[in-house]
Structure formats: C-alpha cells, structure tokens
C-alpha cells in the first residue's frame, strides 16, 4: 500500500489545476507548467483537493502511484514558489560570474567555461564562489545543477571543484612519502 500515493494533495490559494484526461496543466503565479502522467494512473479534483487512484496492485502500478502523486505536488509547489538549488565553488582562482543570461566560469581549465540558461531557468550568482540554479520545474532545476557541477567535479584529495551546498566531500589522505 502506497501511503505516499494515498495522500490527497491541496490546491493552494492563486493556483488553478486544469486535468484534460490524462494531461495536467498547473497555473500559478510563478508561471505555467504541464505534464502527462501514465495511462494507467486517474487523477480527479473535488473542490480544492486532487487524488491519484490505481487500477491494481501489481508492482509497476504501486511505483507509479506514488511517483505520480509527487510529481503533481511538485507542480503545484513549483508555480507557488520557485525551486532553488545551491552550487558552492571551491579552488584558487575559481570563480563564476553572470554575463546576461549565461553563466561564465572559470576552473582551471585554458579557457572559460560558458552555459547557456535553460527555458525556465535563471541563474543568479550573489558572490563569484557561489552559483543559484532558479525555476518552477523540480526536475529541471535538479538535472541543470548538476549538468553545472559536471564542467569540474569536486576531487577528493584537495576538495577543489564545484559541490552543492549541502554536499560533504570526503578527504583521501595523499601519498605518505618514502621511509
């Protein structure tokens, strides 16, 4: 039994749910996000509340309807207020900085390292060690973080690269020398 599943989701004041079948579209005050969800799940909306029934409970159909739960709680949480997710960047002469919609770094490479804001995607860097990944869409948010932490994974035995803020590099010790 799937208690995630089983949870009614509440509408939140300003947001307005639109269900086309198997087709959700969520209007807020932070934007507009849709998504289809599996033929299998039913979502239905009484009032201000949205349950997610299955048909079965075979395997695959109790993944889905928690999975399907979360995802439109997601949306609703979204278009109220945005997602964030905090990149740090460690390194001597590592810095980002923000030049109109891009995001410019540089890691110690022989060049500097440019990317493009997805749509629905700001990027705001508050001081050149620290990189703000900003949207509605959970998902998207969560995947442009760490396409970010990509261009320079923290290594272990110095800490130097790009971390989320809430991530803890563990330390290897180095080469002990000759006795």
Known sequence: MSR??????????????KIDGHHITVKG?????????????????????????????????????????????????GVEKEFTRELQINGVGYRAQKQGNKLVMSLGYSHPVEMDAPAGITFDVPNPNTIIVKGIDKELVGQTAAVVRTKRPPEVYRGKGIKYAEEHIRRK???????
């Open 29 to 77: 005050p932070k934007g507009t996000l849709e998504r289809d969800i599996h033929k299998n799940m039913t979502v239905t909306m009484e009032g201000n509340t949205i349950t997610v029934t299955r048909p079965n409970d075979e395997p695959e159909n109790k993944s889905l309807h928690g999975l399907t739960r979360t995802l439109i709680n997601n949306m609703l949480e």
């Open 173 to 179: 010790e180095g080469k002990t020398g000759k006795k």
């Open 4 to 17: 995630i599943g089983n949870k009614p989701i509440t509408v939140p004041n300003g947001v307005e749910v």
